[in-house]
Protein backbone atom coordinates (compact mmCIF):
# COMPACT_ATOMS: atom_id res chain seq x y z
CA UNK A 1 0.00 0.00 0.00
CA UNK A 2 1.02 3.13 -0.59
CA UNK A 3 1.73 6.08 1.94
CA UNK A 4 -0.87 8.18 -0.45
CA UNK A 5 -3.55 5.06 0.13
CA UNK A 6 -2.60 4.15 4.09
CA UNK A 7 -2.91 8.03 4.43
CA UNK A 8 -6.83 7.73 2.76
CA UNK A 9 -7.70 4.28 4.76
CA UNK A 10 -6.32 5.53 7.84
CA UNK A 11 -8.22 8.63 7.71
CA UNK A 12 -11.36 6.97 6.61
CA UNK A 13 -11.62 4.11 9.07
CA UNK A 14 -11.61 7.34 11.81
CA UNK A 15 -14.35 8.71 9.81
CA UNK A 16 -16.61 5.35 9.34
CA UNK A 17 -15.88 4.95 13.16
CA UNK A 18 -17.49 7.99 13.51
CA UNK A 19 -20.66 7.45 11.41
CA UNK A 20 -21.13 3.59 12.68
CA UNK A 21 -21.82 4.98 15.90
CA UNK A 22 -24.63 7.39 14.76
CA UNK A 23 -25.81 4.80 12.86
CA UNK A 24 -25.69 1.51 14.65
CA UNK A 25 -24.97 -0.40 12.28
CA UNK A 26 -21.44 -1.34 10.02
CA UNK A 27 -19.76 -3.60 7.80
CA UNK A 28 -16.24 -4.36 6.83
CA UNK A 29 -15.79 -4.09 3.52
CA UNK A 30 -12.60 -6.63 2.48
CA UNK A 31 -12.82 -6.15 -1.94
CA UNK A 32 -14.80 -4.41 -4.73
CA UNK A 33 -14.63 -5.62 -8.23
CA UNK A 34 -16.04 -3.91 -12.05
CA UNK A 35 -18.42 -6.59 -12.98
CA UNK A 36 -20.99 -9.41 -10.91
CA UNK A 37 -19.12 -11.97 -12.32
CA UNK A 38 -16.08 -11.54 -10.42
CA UNK A 39 -17.36 -10.22 -7.56
CA UNK A 40 -19.59 -13.46 -7.25
CA UNK A 41 -16.82 -15.76 -7.65
CA UNK A 42 -14.52 -13.62 -5.13
CA UNK A 43 -17.77 -13.30 -2.98
CA UNK A 44 -18.31 -17.36 -2.97
CA UNK A 45 -14.19 -17.95 -1.80
CA UNK A 46 -14.47 -15.73 1.10
CA UNK A 47 -17.67 -17.38 1.98
CA UNK A 48 -15.85 -20.58 1.89
CA UNK A 49 -13.70 -19.73 5.27
CA UNK A 50 -15.75 -16.91 6.63
CA UNK A 51 -18.66 -15.58 7.96
CA UNK A 52 -21.06 -13.10 7.14
CA UNK A 53 -20.22 -12.74 3.95
CA UNK A 54 -22.59 -10.09 1.63
CA UNK A 55 -22.16 -8.70 -1.64
CA UNK A 56 -23.83 -5.76 -2.46
CA UNK A 57 -23.70 -3.33 -5.89
CA UNK A 58 -22.16 0.06 -5.11
CA UNK A 59 -23.73 3.20 -6.29
CA UNK A 60 -20.76 3.75 -8.34
CA UNK A 61 -21.36 0.83 -10.47
CA UNK A 62 -18.73 -1.13 -8.62
CA UNK A 63 -19.43 -4.45 -6.71
CA UNK A 64 -18.44 -4.61 -3.22
CA UNK A 65 -18.02 -7.75 -1.28
CA UNK A 66 -18.45 -7.06 2.94
CA UNK A 67 -18.95 -8.64 6.52
CA UNK A 68 -21.66 -7.69 8.34
CA UNK A 69 -23.69 -6.41 9.42
CA UNK A 70 -22.33 -5.62 12.89
CA UNK A 71 -22.26 -3.28 15.69
CA UNK A 72 -19.47 -0.45 15.51
CA UNK A 73 -18.05 -2.37 18.56
CA UNK A 74 -18.09 -5.39 16.55
CA UNK A 75 -16.84 -4.16 12.93
CA UNK A 76 -13.77 -2.96 14.39
CA UNK A 77 -13.19 -6.02 16.55
CA UNK A 78 -13.81 -8.55 13.17
CA UNK A 79 -11.46 -5.88 11.35
CA UNK A 80 -8.61 -5.74 13.42
CA UNK A 81 -8.75 -9.65 13.97
CA UNK A 82 -9.06 -10.65 10.30
CA UNK A 83 -6.59 -8.89 8.85
CA UNK A 84 -3.67 -9.68 11.94
CA UNK A 85 -4.98 -13.07 10.71
CA UNK A 86 -3.94 -12.40 6.93
CA UNK A 87 -7.18 -13.56 6.15
CA UNK A 88 -8.55 -10.17 4.53
CA UNK A 89 -7.00 -7.83 2.76
CA UNK A 90 -4.71 -5.47 4.18
CA UNK A 91 -6.79 -2.61 2.91
CA UNK A 92 -10.04 -3.34 4.03
CA UNK A 93 -12.04 -0.83 5.96
CA UNK A 94 -15.24 -0.20 7.70
CA UNK A 95 -18.10 0.97 5.45
CA UNK A 96 -21.79 2.08 6.86
CA UNK A 97 -23.37 0.74 4.14
CA UNK A 98 -24.47 4.35 2.70
CA UNK A 99 -22.99 3.31 -0.80
CA UNK A 100 -25.00 -0.44 -1.02
CA UNK A 101 -27.37 -0.71 -3.37
CA UNK A 102 -28.90 -3.90 -4.52
CA UNK A 103 -27.43 -7.26 -2.86
CA UNK A 104 -26.15 -9.97 -5.79
CA UNK A 105 -24.69 -12.35 -2.78
CA UNK A 106 -26.48 -13.67 0.53
CA UNK A 107 -23.42 -15.58 2.40
CA UNK A 108 -23.67 -18.83 0.92
CA UNK A 109 -21.48 -20.26 -1.64
CA UNK A 110 -22.98 -21.68 -4.87
CA UNK A 111 -26.32 -19.36 -4.30
CA UNK A 112 -27.99 -17.93 -7.40
CA UNK A 113 -27.56 -14.09 -7.28
CA UNK A 114 -30.50 -11.96 -6.32
CA UNK A 115 -31.41 -8.80 -6.67
CA UNK A 116 -33.02 -7.52 -2.91
CA UNK A 117 -32.94 -3.67 -2.76
CA UNK A 118 -31.31 -2.95 0.48
CA UNK A 119 -31.94 0.19 2.22
CA UNK A 120 -29.27 0.71 4.53
CA UNK A 121 -29.64 3.66 7.42
CA UNK A 122 -27.99 6.25 7.16
CA UNK A 123 -27.67 9.49 9.19
CA UNK A 124 -30.94 12.07 9.12
CA UNK A 125 -30.85 15.65 7.36
CA UNK A 126 -29.10 17.82 8.71
CA UNK A 127 -29.66 21.69 9.42
CA UNK A 128 -27.09 24.11 7.99
CA UNK A 129 -26.18 24.80 12.10
CA UNK A 130 -26.32 21.18 12.73
CA UNK A 131 -23.67 20.59 9.52
CA UNK A 132 -21.39 22.94 10.74
CA UNK A 133 -21.66 21.56 14.18
CA UNK A 134 -20.84 17.75 12.80
CA UNK A 135 -17.89 20.09 11.04
CA UNK A 136 -16.62 20.80 13.70
CA UNK A 137 -16.18 17.18 15.50
CA UNK A 138 -13.98 16.65 12.41
CA UNK A 139 -10.14 15.58 12.67
CA UNK A 140 -7.71 17.85 10.72
CA UNK A 141 -6.75 15.02 8.94
CA UNK A 142 -10.76 14.04 8.42
CA UNK A 143 -10.77 17.96 7.35
CA UNK A 144 -8.09 17.55 4.30
CA UNK A 145 -9.57 14.05 3.59
CA UNK A 146 -12.92 15.84 2.41
CA UNK A 147 -10.70 18.65 0.54
CA UNK A 148 -8.84 15.56 -1.53
CA UNK A 149 -12.49 14.21 -2.53
CA UNK A 150 -13.39 17.60 -3.47
CA UNK A 151 -10.64 17.67 -5.26
CA UNK A 152 -11.22 14.38 -7.23
CA UNK A 153 -14.61 15.49 -8.14
CA UNK A 154 -13.16 17.98 -9.74
CA UNK A 155 -14.75 20.91 -8.04
CA UNK A 156 -11.71 22.33 -5.78
CA UNK A 157 -7.91 22.50 -6.79
CA UNK A 158 -6.71 25.10 -3.97
CA UNK A 159 -4.07 23.34 -1.61
CA UNK A 160 -5.14 20.58 0.38
CA UNK A 161 -4.63 22.81 4.03
CA UNK A 162 -7.72 21.26 6.44
CA UNK A 163 -8.86 25.07 6.20
CA UNK A 164 -12.70 25.03 4.93
CA UNK A 165 -12.19 28.34 3.99
CA UNK A 166 -13.76 30.27 0.85
CA UNK A 167 -12.36 28.03 -1.66
CA UNK A 168 -13.69 24.97 0.09
CA UNK A 169 -16.58 26.32 0.69
CA UNK A 170 -17.88 27.57 -3.16
CA UNK A 171 -16.86 23.93 -3.75
CA UNK A 172 -18.60 22.44 -1.09
CA UNK A 173 -21.59 24.22 -2.87
CA UNK A 174 -20.46 23.68 -6.38
CA UNK A 175 -20.60 19.75 -5.32
CA UNK A 176 -24.09 20.60 -3.98
CA UNK A 177 -25.42 21.78 -7.02
CA UNK A 178 -24.34 18.70 -8.65
CA UNK A 179 -25.85 16.08 -7.02
CA UNK A 180 -28.90 18.26 -6.60
CA UNK A 181 -28.63 19.43 -3.19
CA UNK A 182 -29.47 22.93 -1.87
CA UNK A 183 -25.81 24.72 -2.38
CA UNK A 184 -25.15 25.49 0.84
CA UNK A 185 -21.60 25.48 1.25
CA UNK A 186 -21.89 23.20 4.18
CA UNK A 187 -22.04 19.53 3.27
CA UNK A 188 -24.13 17.52 5.68
CA UNK A 189 -22.80 14.60 7.61
CA UNK A 190 -24.62 11.87 4.80
CA UNK A 191 -23.30 14.33 1.91
CA UNK A 192 -20.07 14.06 3.18
CA UNK A 193 -20.17 9.96 4.02
CA UNK A 194 -21.76 9.58 0.37
CA UNK A 195 -18.46 11.60 -1.34
CA UNK A 196 -15.99 10.12 0.63
CA UNK A 197 -17.53 5.99 0.08
CA UNK A 198 -17.52 6.78 -3.93
CA UNK A 199 -13.95 8.15 -3.67
CA UNK A 200 -12.84 5.48 -1.85
CA UNK A 201 -14.38 3.09 -3.87
CA UNK A 202 -12.38 4.54 -6.39
CA UNK A 203 -8.70 4.89 -4.52
CA UNK A 204 -9.50 0.79 -4.14
CA UNK A 205 -10.58 0.38 -7.58
CA UNK A 206 -7.29 2.17 -9.02
CA UNK A 207 -4.68 0.03 -6.45
CA UNK A 208 -2.65 2.50 -7.63
CA UNK A 209 0.76 0.58 -6.75
CA UNK A 210 4.29 1.74 -6.62
CA UNK A 211 6.10 0.26 -10.07
CA UNK A 212 9.85 -0.21 -11.00
CA UNK A 213 10.09 -0.76 -14.94
CA UNK A 214 14.18 -1.78 -14.78
CA UNK A 215 13.90 -2.15 -18.84
CA UNK A 216 12.73 1.04 -19.19
CA UNK A 217 14.43 2.82 -16.41
CA UNK A 218 11.05 4.03 -14.83
CA UNK A 219 9.62 4.20 -11.62
CA UNK A 220 6.18 5.22 -11.32
CA UNK A 221 3.01 4.67 -9.38
CA UNK A 222 0.63 2.65 -11.78
CA UNK A 223 -3.19 1.68 -11.54
CA UNK A 224 -2.37 -1.86 -11.53
CA UNK A 225 -6.34 -2.55 -10.36
CA UNK A 226 -6.80 -1.63 -13.99
CA UNK A 227 -3.63 -2.30 -16.22
CA UNK A 228 -1.26 -5.46 -16.36
CA UNK A 229 2.14 -5.62 -17.96
CA UNK A 230 1.43 -6.87 -21.91
CA UNK A 231 4.83 -6.28 -23.84
CA UNK A 232 7.70 -4.50 -24.80
CA UNK A 233 7.45 -2.48 -28.34
CA UNK A 234 9.74 -0.07 -28.32
CA UNK A 235 9.89 2.78 -27.71
CA UNK A 236 7.22 1.78 -25.26
CA UNK A 237 6.72 -0.51 -22.74
CA UNK A 238 2.62 -1.55 -22.37
CA UNK A 239 0.40 -2.38 -19.62
CA UNK A 240 -2.78 -3.47 -21.17
CA UNK A 241 -6.93 -3.03 -19.40
CA UNK A 242 -7.52 -5.94 -17.65
CA UNK A 243 -11.02 -4.96 -17.27
CA UNK A 244 -13.69 -3.71 -19.77
CA UNK A 245 -12.67 0.23 -19.31
CA UNK A 246 -10.18 -0.03 -21.59
CA UNK A 247 -7.32 1.92 -20.07
CA UNK A 248 -3.80 1.47 -21.26
CA UNK A 249 -1.29 2.88 -20.21
CA UNK A 250 2.75 3.29 -22.07
CA UNK A 251 5.96 4.32 -20.43
CA UNK A 252 8.35 6.03 -22.95
CA UNK A 253 11.65 4.92 -22.73
CA UNK A 254 14.63 5.39 -25.90
CA UNK A 255 17.87 7.22 -26.34
CA UNK A 256 17.72 10.61 -27.51
CA UNK A 257 18.39 14.26 -27.60
CA UNK A 258 16.28 17.76 -28.35
CA UNK A 259 15.79 17.09 -32.00
CA UNK A 260 14.47 13.38 -31.62
CA UNK A 261 12.15 14.44 -28.37
CA UNK A 262 10.74 17.13 -31.14
CA UNK A 263 10.63 14.04 -33.21
CA UNK A 264 8.93 12.04 -30.86
CA UNK A 265 5.83 15.02 -30.27
CA UNK A 266 5.23 14.84 -34.09
CA UNK A 267 5.19 11.35 -34.23
CA UNK A 268 2.71 10.81 -31.22
CA UNK A 269 0.13 12.73 -32.67
CA UNK A 270 -0.20 10.60 -35.36
CA UNK A 271 -1.70 7.88 -33.18
CA UNK A 272 -5.45 7.16 -32.26
CA UNK A 273 -4.51 7.34 -29.00
CA UNK A 274 -3.66 10.81 -29.09
CA UNK A 275 -7.38 12.48 -30.42
CA UNK A 276 -6.99 15.68 -32.46
CA UNK A 277 -8.55 17.73 -29.66
CA UNK A 278 -6.19 18.65 -26.88
CA UNK A 279 -3.56 21.18 -25.99
CA UNK A 280 -0.02 20.70 -27.07
CA UNK A 281 3.09 22.31 -25.83
CA UNK A 282 6.57 21.06 -26.93
CA UNK A 283 9.22 23.27 -24.71
CA UNK A 284 13.42 23.05 -24.54
CA UNK A 285 13.38 19.66 -22.49
CA UNK A 286 10.32 18.17 -22.14
CA UNK A 287 6.55 17.83 -24.26
CA UNK A 288 3.19 17.84 -23.30
CA UNK A 289 0.02 16.30 -25.09
CA UNK A 290 -3.52 16.07 -24.14
CA UNK A 291 -6.40 14.57 -26.54
CA UNK A 292 -9.93 13.97 -25.80
CA UNK A 293 -13.17 12.66 -28.05
CA UNK A 294 -16.42 10.76 -27.16
CA UNK A 295 -14.02 7.76 -26.81
CA UNK A 296 -11.24 8.73 -24.57
CA UNK A 297 -9.03 11.12 -22.29
CA UNK A 298 -4.80 10.97 -22.98
CA UNK A 299 -2.22 12.27 -21.44
CA UNK A 300 1.14 11.87 -22.76
CA UNK A 301 4.30 13.43 -21.00
CA UNK A 302 8.19 12.96 -22.12
CA UNK A 303 10.93 14.62 -21.03
CA UNK A 304 14.47 14.70 -21.55
CA UNK A 305 16.90 12.80 -18.91
CA UNK A 306 20.64 12.92 -19.75
CA UNK A 307 21.10 10.98 -22.70
CA UNK A 308 17.52 9.47 -23.06
CA UNK A 309 13.93 10.28 -23.40
CA UNK A 310 11.52 9.40 -20.15
CA UNK A 311 7.95 9.51 -20.10
CA UNK A 312 4.46 7.99 -19.84
CA UNK A 313 1.23 8.28 -21.79
CA UNK A 314 -2.11 7.25 -19.77
CA UNK A 315 -5.20 6.61 -22.10
CA UNK A 316 -9.01 6.71 -19.92
CA UNK A 317 -12.37 6.10 -21.58
CA UNK A 318 -13.80 9.34 -21.85
CA UNK A 319 -17.01 8.99 -19.46
CA UNK A 320 -14.96 8.16 -16.16
CA UNK A 321 -13.27 11.50 -15.79
CA UNK A 322 -12.56 11.48 -12.42
CA UNK A 323 -10.99 8.23 -11.62
CA UNK A 324 -8.52 9.58 -14.82
CA UNK A 325 -7.85 12.53 -11.98
CA UNK A 326 -6.72 10.43 -9.33
CA UNK A 327 -4.78 8.13 -11.61
CA UNK A 328 -3.22 10.63 -13.51
CA UNK A 329 -2.22 12.79 -10.62
CA UNK A 330 -0.25 9.67 -8.74
CA UNK A 331 1.25 9.27 -11.71
CA UNK A 332 2.97 12.78 -12.02
CA UNK A 333 3.95 13.07 -8.47
CA UNK A 334 4.99 9.96 -8.35
CA UNK A 335 7.34 9.74 -12.10
CA UNK A 336 10.50 9.21 -12.16
CA UNK A 337 13.46 8.21 -14.19
CA UNK A 338 15.78 5.66 -12.76
CA UNK A 339 18.84 3.74 -14.67
CA UNK A 340 18.23 1.94 -18.01
CA UNK A 341 16.80 2.62 -21.24
CA UNK A 342 14.41 0.14 -23.81
CA UNK A 343 16.36 -1.21 -26.15
CA UNK A 344 14.88 -1.77 -30.10
CA UNK A 345 15.49 -5.15 -29.71
CA UNK A 346 13.19 -5.44 -26.94
CA UNK A 347 10.34 -5.48 -29.05
CA UNK A 348 8.49 -8.41 -29.03
CA UNK A 349 5.10 -7.17 -31.36
CA UNK A 350 4.68 -7.81 -35.08
CA UNK A 351 5.22 -5.39 -37.95
CA UNK A 352 2.36 -3.46 -39.76
CA UNK A 353 2.40 -0.62 -42.33
CA UNK A 354 -0.75 0.78 -40.12
CA UNK A 355 0.74 0.19 -36.42
CA UNK A 356 3.49 2.09 -35.00
CA UNK A 357 5.33 0.35 -32.51
CA UNK A 358 2.47 -2.04 -32.15
CA UNK A 359 0.23 1.29 -31.64
CA UNK A 360 -2.60 2.16 -34.72
CA UNK A 361 -2.18 5.31 -36.53
CA UNK A 362 -5.01 7.51 -36.79
CA UNK A 363 -6.71 7.14 -40.57
CA UNK A 364 -8.98 9.50 -41.69
CA UNK A 365 -12.33 8.46 -41.87
CA UNK A 366 -11.84 8.62 -46.10
CA UNK A 367 -9.27 9.64 -48.42
CA UNK A 368 -10.28 10.95 -52.14
CA UNK A 369 -7.96 12.80 -54.44
CA UNK A 370 -7.90 16.95 -55.50
CA UNK A 371 -5.62 19.37 -57.29
CA UNK A 372 -4.27 22.54 -57.02
CA UNK A 373 -6.18 24.95 -59.36
CA UNK A 374 -4.16 28.62 -58.30
CA UNK A 375 -0.77 29.62 -57.27
CA UNK A 376 -2.58 30.08 -53.68
CA UNK A 377 -3.40 26.66 -52.71
CA UNK A 378 -6.98 26.35 -53.66
CA UNK A 379 -8.22 22.93 -54.26
CA UNK A 380 -10.99 20.96 -56.09
CA UNK A 381 -12.47 17.93 -55.19
CA UNK A 382 -15.37 15.56 -54.92
CA UNK A 383 -17.96 16.22 -52.75
CA UNK A 384 -18.19 13.16 -50.90
CA UNK A 385 -14.23 13.73 -49.91
CA UNK A 386 -15.81 16.65 -47.76
CA UNK A 387 -19.07 16.21 -46.39
CA UNK A 388 -19.62 15.85 -42.45
CA UNK A 389 -16.14 16.61 -41.95
CA UNK A 390 -15.03 18.32 -38.42
CA UNK A 391 -11.49 18.67 -40.07
CA UNK A 392 -9.96 18.58 -43.77
CA UNK A 393 -6.47 18.31 -44.96
CA UNK A 394 -4.34 17.73 -48.04
CA UNK A 395 -1.32 16.21 -48.08
CA UNK A 396 0.23 15.02 -44.81
CA UNK A 397 -1.54 17.52 -42.48
CA UNK A 398 -2.16 20.92 -44.07
CA UNK A 399 -5.57 22.25 -42.74
CA UNK A 400 -8.33 23.39 -45.38
CA UNK A 401 -11.33 25.52 -45.34
CA UNK A 402 -14.72 23.89 -47.41
CA UNK A 403 -15.21 26.84 -49.78
CA UNK A 404 -17.94 25.71 -51.36
CA UNK A 405 -19.94 22.45 -52.44
CA UNK A 406 -22.07 21.28 -55.22
CA UNK A 407 -23.77 17.87 -54.57
CA UNK A 408 -25.11 18.40 -57.58
CA UNK A 409 -22.68 18.30 -59.75
CA UNK A 410 -20.31 16.42 -57.02
CA UNK A 411 -17.71 18.97 -56.59
CA UNK A 412 -16.15 20.99 -53.85
CA UNK A 413 -13.30 23.60 -53.50
CA UNK A 414 -11.26 24.05 -50.73
CA UNK A 415 -9.06 26.69 -49.32
CA UNK A 416 -5.67 26.38 -47.20
CA UNK A 417 -6.27 27.98 -43.69
CA UNK A 418 -2.32 29.08 -43.93
CA UNK A 419 -0.82 30.11 -46.63
CA UNK A 420 0.74 27.49 -49.04
CA UNK A 421 2.86 27.83 -52.50
CA UNK A 422 1.97 24.85 -54.68
CA UNK A 423 4.71 23.63 -56.82
CA UNK A 424 2.04 22.85 -59.92
CA UNK A 425 -1.91 24.24 -60.65
CA UNK A 426 -4.13 23.15 -63.09
CA UNK A 427 -5.01 25.07 -66.53
CA UNK A 428 -8.36 24.08 -67.73
CA UNK A 429 -8.50 22.64 -70.89
CA UNK A 430 -10.51 24.92 -73.49
CA UNK A 431 -10.87 22.44 -76.30
CA UNK A 432 -12.60 19.29 -75.68
CA UNK A 433 -10.31 16.16 -76.83
CA UNK A 434 -11.31 14.04 -79.87
CA UNK A 435 -12.98 11.03 -79.12
CA UNK A 436 -10.93 7.36 -78.51
CA UNK A 437 -7.99 9.79 -77.53
CA UNK A 438 -5.94 9.18 -74.68
CA UNK A 439 -6.06 10.64 -71.57
CA UNK A 440 -4.76 9.90 -68.05
CA UNK A 441 -6.07 10.03 -64.50
CA UNK A 442 -4.02 10.95 -61.33
CA UNK A 443 -4.95 10.37 -57.96
CA UNK A 444 -4.05 7.89 -54.74
CA UNK A 445 -5.92 5.19 -55.53
CA UNK A 446 -5.06 3.69 -52.42
CA UNK A 447 -5.61 6.11 -49.93
CA UNK A 448 -2.48 7.41 -48.15
CA UNK A 449 -0.67 4.38 -47.91
CA UNK A 450 1.31 5.49 -51.11
CA UNK A 451 3.20 9.03 -50.54
CA UNK A 452 2.81 10.15 -54.30
CA UNK A 453 -0.14 9.83 -56.59
CA UNK A 454 -0.45 6.84 -59.40
CA UNK A 455 -1.43 7.71 -63.14
CA UNK A 456 -3.44 5.58 -64.85
CA UNK A 457 -3.86 6.19 -68.71
CA UNK A 458 -7.29 5.75 -70.44
CA UNK A 459 -9.29 6.56 -73.26
CA UNK A 460 -11.60 9.42 -74.15
CA UNK A 461 -14.80 7.28 -74.69
CA UNK A 462 -17.97 9.89 -75.18
CA UNK A 463 -18.42 13.35 -74.64
CA UNK A 464 -21.78 12.80 -72.27
CA UNK A 465 -22.43 10.44 -69.62
CA UNK A 466 -24.75 7.05 -70.30
CA UNK A 467 -27.97 9.56 -69.49
CA UNK A 468 -27.10 11.80 -72.09
CA UNK A 469 -25.52 14.72 -69.20
CA UNK A 470 -23.51 16.72 -71.33
CA UNK A 471 -21.82 18.26 -68.19
CA UNK A 472 -20.07 14.60 -68.05
CA UNK A 473 -17.24 12.91 -70.02
CA UNK A 474 -17.56 8.71 -69.92
CA UNK A 475 -13.94 7.68 -70.28
CA UNK A 476 -12.34 4.41 -70.45
CA UNK A 477 -10.23 3.73 -67.57
CA UNK A 478 -9.17 1.50 -64.41
CA UNK A 479 -9.83 3.56 -61.41
CA UNK A 480 -10.14 2.79 -57.65
CA UNK A 481 -12.51 5.02 -55.17
CA UNK A 482 -9.63 7.12 -53.85
CA UNK A 483 -8.82 7.78 -57.51
CA UNK A 484 -12.40 10.49 -57.32
CA UNK A 485 -11.40 14.14 -57.29
CA UNK A 486 -8.66 14.12 -58.74
CA UNK A 487 -7.28 15.67 -62.20
CA UNK A 488 -7.93 14.14 -65.53
CA UNK A 489 -5.14 14.81 -68.11
CA UNK A 490 -4.84 15.09 -71.79
CA UNK A 491 -1.52 14.49 -73.30
CA UNK A 492 -0.44 18.17 -73.47
CA UNK A 493 -1.04 18.09 -69.59
CA UNK A 494 -4.18 20.14 -69.80
CA UNK A 495 -6.77 19.45 -67.20
CA UNK A 496 -9.87 18.24 -69.50
CA UNK A 497 -12.28 17.44 -65.99
CA UNK A 498 -12.48 16.05 -62.67
CA UNK A 499 -12.67 12.30 -62.22
CA UNK A 500 -16.25 11.78 -59.97
CA UNK A 501 -17.40 8.95 -57.81
CA UNK A 502 -18.63 6.01 -59.06
CA UNK A 503 -22.58 5.84 -57.76
CA UNK A 504 -23.98 2.71 -56.83
CA UNK A 505 -26.44 1.54 -59.42
CA UNK A 506 -29.23 -1.10 -59.61
CA UNK A 507 -27.04 -1.36 -63.23
CA UNK A 508 -23.61 -3.24 -62.91
CA UNK A 509 -20.97 -1.13 -65.48
CA UNK A 510 -17.61 -2.46 -66.75
CA UNK A 511 -14.95 -1.95 -64.10
CA UNK A 512 -13.26 0.45 -66.53
CA UNK A 513 -16.26 2.84 -67.24
CA UNK A 514 -15.46 6.16 -65.41
CA UNK A 515 -16.97 10.01 -65.86
CA UNK A 516 -15.27 13.05 -65.01
CA UNK A 517 -16.76 16.59 -64.56
CA UNK A 518 -15.97 18.29 -67.88
CA UNK A 519 -13.50 21.61 -67.52
CA UNK A 520 -15.80 24.05 -68.87
CA UNK A 521 -18.24 23.06 -66.02
CA UNK A 522 -15.36 23.13 -63.63
CA UNK A 523 -13.97 26.81 -64.76
CA UNK A 524 -17.62 28.00 -64.00
CA UNK A 525 -18.35 26.55 -60.65
CA UNK A 526 -14.64 28.32 -59.77
CA UNK A 527 -15.55 31.37 -61.41
CA UNK A 528 -18.89 31.24 -59.43
CA UNK A 529 -16.74 31.38 -56.06
CA UNK A 530 -14.23 33.98 -56.91
CA UNK A 531 -11.71 31.79 -58.48
CA UNK A 532 -10.16 32.16 -61.87
CA UNK A 533 -8.44 29.11 -62.74
CA UNK A 534 -5.82 29.30 -65.85
CA UNK A 535 -7.11 28.08 -69.33
CA UNK A 536 -4.64 26.17 -71.58
CA UNK A 537 -4.98 26.43 -74.89
CA UNK A 538 -4.26 23.38 -77.58
CA UNK A 539 -0.92 22.43 -77.17
CA UNK A 540 1.69 19.83 -78.42
CA UNK A 541 1.86 16.22 -76.71
CA UNK A 542 4.32 16.05 -73.92
CA UNK A 543 6.79 13.10 -72.80
CA UNK A 544 4.87 10.54 -70.65
CA UNK A 545 7.55 10.66 -67.51
CA UNK A 546 7.08 14.95 -68.29
CA UNK A 547 3.13 14.44 -67.56
CA UNK A 548 3.74 12.05 -64.24
CA UNK A 549 5.89 14.88 -62.78
CA UNK A 550 3.31 17.14 -63.52
CA UNK A 551 0.86 15.12 -61.67
CA UNK A 552 3.00 14.50 -59.14
CA UNK A 553 3.16 18.22 -58.50
CA UNK A 554 -0.33 19.34 -58.96
CA UNK A 555 -2.34 16.18 -57.40
CA UNK A 556 -3.08 15.77 -53.67
CA UNK A 557 -4.49 13.67 -50.89
CA UNK A 558 -7.65 14.63 -49.19
CA UNK A 559 -8.71 13.51 -45.93
CA UNK A 560 -11.70 13.68 -44.15
CA UNK A 561 -11.51 13.44 -40.53
CA UNK A 562 -13.88 12.88 -37.53
Known amino acids: MTIFAKFIASALLMFWAGIALAQGSSWVQIEARPSAGAAQERAEFYASGLPDVQGYRLSSGWYAIALGPYSEAEAVNVLNQLRAQGRIPRDSFLANGANFRTQ ?32 RQLTREERALVQVALRWEGVYSAAIDADFGPGTRRAMAAWQQQNGFEATGVMTTKQRQDMLTAYQDAVVALNMTPTIEAN ?24 RSTTDDGVQVLLISQEGNRERLAALF ?40 GGAIKGFSLIWPADDPKRQRLALQAMQETFLPIDGVLQDSASTGTQDIDLLSGLAIRRPERARSGFFVDSSGAVLTTASAVNQCSRVTVGEDIVMSVGA ?43 GVLTLPSL ?26 GDAGGPVFETSGSVMGMLLDSKDS ?35 EIAPEDLTLLAADMTVLVSCWN
Not at 269 to 289: H, M, W, Y
Request: glycine share 8%; no cysteine; aromatic share 8%.
Open 266 to 305: EVMQTLEIVPLEGSRALRRNDFTLTGTNNKIISHTYARLD
Open 506 to 540: ARQLPGSVAFALDASVLSEFLAANGIAAPVSAAAD
Open 456 to 481: TFGTFSDVKGLDGDTRVQRLDVQSEA
Open 405 to 447: VDDALGVAYLTPQSPIAPLASARLASVEPRLQSDIAVSGFSFG
Open 216 to 239: AGIEIDLPRGLVSFEEYEAPFAKY
Open 104 to 135: FFAGTPGAASVETVVTPLVAGEETEAEARASE
